[in-house]
Every structure is written in C-alpha cells, then in structure tokens.
C-alpha cells in the first residue's frame, strides 16, 4: 500500500509531465529566409517551397530500418542509403535529421497516406534559398548552408532543433544572416505508443526573414560579368558617395549547390581551378596597385610641398641609383616630363624621383587616408585588408630597415604595397568626388553622406584629375584607346602590375606577356570615373595576368561605364 501511495501521490505530477513528454512531440518550423534584391527591386536571391522528410534519431530504432522503411515508399538508391548512414554517424541524435531528397507534391501527398508506418517519420515543409543570377551574383551574395556548430553557437537556442535551417556561409548572405534568418515557428503534435502523429495541437507561427536591398544594379552586374568573359578578375562601380553599383568576380560558380551540400567531384573542379572560382577578386585578392598608385604619389608630394605644380624631371628610359637600375615602361624615355604629362603617359622615372624626395611614410599617410591598407566595408567576412607599408611596419613586420630602393619602386605601386579592387575604387572615387572620404556600402539606404575632406588644396586634386582626363581622351594618353565620344566622357588611369621580378637578360630577350605561362604575365589594371566633367560613378576593372592595363583592363571598365552612361540617358529620357 505505502509503494502504490507513493506512486499515485507523491510522484503524481511528475508522472503526469512524463506522460505528457511521451504523449506530446513539439517540431520547429523553418521560416522563410529573407529576399535579396538589387536596387531597383528585382529579386537576385529567392527562396522556393520544398517538401522532405526528417526523424529524431533518439525515436527511431535505427537507421536501416528507418531507411529501409522509408524506401519501401518511395525510391531511394543505393548510394542515397549509404550517404545518409555516413552522415548520420556523425549527427547530434536529439537534433532533427533530414532527409536531402527534395519531395514534389505529389509524392508528398501520397507519402502522407502511408507515412505512419515508418516510426519516427516527420513529413514537413521548408524553404530552400535560390539564386537567379548564380554566377553574376555569387562572389557578393554568397550562399548558404547547413549551420556547424560554430555557426549555431552564435544563434540563440531558439535555432538549434529547426530543421533543415540553412544560414549564411560567406557574402552577404552572412554579413546579414541575422537579418535574413527570421525566426522559427513550431507545431505541437500528439503520438501514439509507437511515436506516430494521431492529433494536431497547437501551432505557433514564425516569422519570415527581413528582405534587403542592395544598391547593386541587376543590370550593371551581369554586363559587367559578361564583358569579363571567363577572365580571372574583377570589376567595381561605386557612386561618388560609396553606393556599390556592381562588385563581380570572375572565373565564378553557381552557389544554389552549396545550398543542399556540393559533391566532392564538384567541389573539386572548383578547388583545382588555377583561376580560383571561388575567391572573391574583387575584396579577397590583393594587388600592387602599380601605376594606379600614381595618383596618390603625385597628391602627397603636392600636399606635403616636396613639389610644385610645375616640377620636371627628365626620363631617359632608366636610371641608376644606389647600385640598382630601375627602368620606364618606355625604352627610350619621355624625355623631360611635368606632373600632368607624366601622369597622362605614365612616366616611370618621373615617379620614382618624386617617391625618392616624398620618402614612404608621408606616402603611407597620404594612402591610408583614402582607404588604402584598410578595409573598406563592415564586418565583411572574406574582405582582405591590403598594405601600405611604412619604415615602423617593415622594422616590425620583417625586423629590418626600409631601403630607398623600395620607397622608389612604391612610387610606381609596386614592392610590399598591396590592394584590393574595392579599396582601388573607393581611391578614385575620393579622387573624383573632390577629396571626400567615403563610406563604402552594399546596401540600399538612400544617399550616402560625404565625409570630412581629406585633402587639403583643391588646386591639387583639380591639377590631377586634368591629368586623369588627358590619360583617357587626349592623344599620347595610356587609356586613350578606351576613350568615350559624346558628352560623357571617361577619365582615369591604366596600371600594368609585375608579378615577377625581370632580370636584366630576360629584359634584353624583350619577353612579352603572350610567350610567358599565364601566372607570370603582368595583371592588367584600370580605375577612373565618369561622366568626367560630372563625377557620378567610379570604377576599378582588374585583370590578374591579363597584360597591359591600356590594352584589357581600360576596354572593360569603357564599357562597362558606357553601359551605365545609357541606362541613365533611357531613365532620364535624353
């Protein structure tokens, strides 16, 4: 009697909680992730309804027989049974396991009739995300995934059992994620003895994820991919107040595999791709920035008074200087050269000398405060930080003294200086908007503000603009083959990066970039803006190993920029 009192008395309420565990199963619902669209309103990352199947391992026997079960309904291969096996040895056996195989309606209505009688089966509808432009778009989308468990740490608890819950990996996808998530609802259910679903209790609605809008044209991004054309590079267009037009990355791949889990034969094929699919070009790679950098030489002279307006040098084609040659990209020289003309023809030796009197670390301010060296969006997870190297860096980086050799070769952005696409585009545009700092942004939040000037005499921004106009649309200029007709009009400036040092045979040999296997060709390198006596938009085009930046990289970024000049005619009706 003292036993059955205990029993029905004492532990009365915590049999009752018991029963109701065993009676009553709760299951999360996936809410719907949050659209992407461009800045016009298409929609550039979607999401489409899908129909699966999952179970809670601690409520099945085991899994052969639940797959076994399973395939009696529906078919599965062989292949199919022995993922799933090796996937489940590894999974969490009180989180939701989920079946890949996406179900048409059909198969689901007709799996619902039978479906009790595999144990533990959970037929449940989710959402997958899906890209419309997977290759144009995938480098600044990124994709999604199922979480790990770093990944869920940085969720709240909430998140944990939701099945088939997929969040951001790289892009904007994760530098959003917590936006674009939502948040799970759930479904309490009740079971017989034998865990299968005989009533419907309760259920409690989620909430969708919230949509972004992105400033990246639609439009815009997929020329700009076309015009790469398989190339292994990147362009950038951002508006004078830092609003990002296009950012595309080329050679590129499609993301909507990732979203199930990509096969290792694909994944593969991408990883072993010398043109590195998978890297973002245009904010993961780093550069010398070469004679881009010019532009920055040039203002920190004038700015820290090492020159005027009117200094010259004469180049000769090469220069000998403590104990080292360093020669032009001309053979024969410019002959006697001022600042404008040496930035319109790209005078190699002009520079050099002007680098020599300046000295690295009044370049290295100058650079750092137009966004060179650091980086350029927030918490950006793939984005590279780049350098611009001082004497303190090199003392303690490499605990070595700075040479004057190396201050030289700075002055033509080659040596430690390195870049990224998107820092190179926020340079110019800083340049063209008249010396104000901006704050680079994917995202559509109306006009950007302008920040503090960052320069001090506009008469010296003014003096290298009219330089950057010359370079592209007066004869003699390096981009002046890439030149725009009409009333709006392209300014900017080529750079031809080495990537290896050439020996003075192998200049005597005058190798060209064509006999030379494609790593060793020099990356090919444009930035400028337009329209030029109306700065609205600037742009970065760089083409790793693709040669002379005249000859690849200024074409591209011409038409592409011309691609926008007619979008705002059309909008603007002229």
Known sequence: MSRLFYLQIIKRDEFIIKADKNRFRKWKLTPSRGLILDKNNNIIADNFQVFKIAFIPREIRSIDNFLSSFSKILPITSNEISYYKKKYRVH?????????????????????????????????????????????????????????????????ASYIDVPNLKVGKIGLEKNSNKSLLGTPGSAIYEVNAFGKRVKNIKKIDGTNGSRIKTSIDKDIQIYAYQQLKEKSGSVVVMNMYGSVLCCVSSPSYDPNKFTYGISYKDYDVLKNNEKKPLVNKAMTTTYPPASTFKMIVALSALENKIITKNFKHTC??????????????????????????????????????????????????????????????????????????????KREALGKSWYLGETMISGIGQGYIKTTNVQLCKMIAQFANGGYQINASFLDSGDLALGKKIIEDDEHIELILKSLFEATNHPGGTS???????????????????????????????????????????????????????????????????????????????????????????????
């Open 316 to 393: 000769k084609g090469k220069v000998d200087l403590y104990e080292q040659r360093y020669h032009c990209w001309k053979d024969k020289g410019h002959g006697r050269v001022n600042l404008k003309r040496a930035i319109k023809e790209s005078c190699d030796i002009y520079f050099y000398e002007v680098a020599r009197l300046l000295g690295i670390d009044r370049l290295q301010k100058t650079a750092i405060k137009f966004g060179l060296g650091n980086y350029v969006f927030q918490n950006f997870f793939e984005e590279a930080r780049g350098l611009v190297p001082s004497t303190l860096w």
């Open 480 to 574: 002046y083959r890439s030149r725009i007709a009409g009333t709006m009009k392209l300014a900017g400036k080529t750079g031809t990066a080495q990537v290896r040092k050439i020996s003075e045979s192998q200049r005597e040999q005058d190798l060209k970039n064509k006999d030379l296997p494609w790593k060793f060709r020099d990356h090919s390198l444009f930035t400028g803006y337009g329209p030029a006596n109306n700065p609205k938009y600037a742009i970065s085009v760089v083409i790793e190993h693709g040669g002379s930046g005249s000859a690849v990289a200024a074409p591209i970024a011409r038409n592409v920029m011309r691609k926008i000049f007619e979008k705002e005619r059309k909008l603007n009706n002229v």
């Open 92 to 156: 969490n056996k009180n989180l939701p396991f989920v079946l890949d195989k996406n179900l048409n309606w059909t198969a689901f209505s007709k799996l619902n009739y039978v479906i009790h009688n595999v144990q533990g089966a959970q037929p449940f509808m989710s959402y997958e995300r899906t890209y419309i432009h997977p290759n144009e778009f995938a480098h600044i989308l990124g994709y999604v995934s199922t979480p790990n468990q770093k990944d869920l740490n940085q969720l709240d």
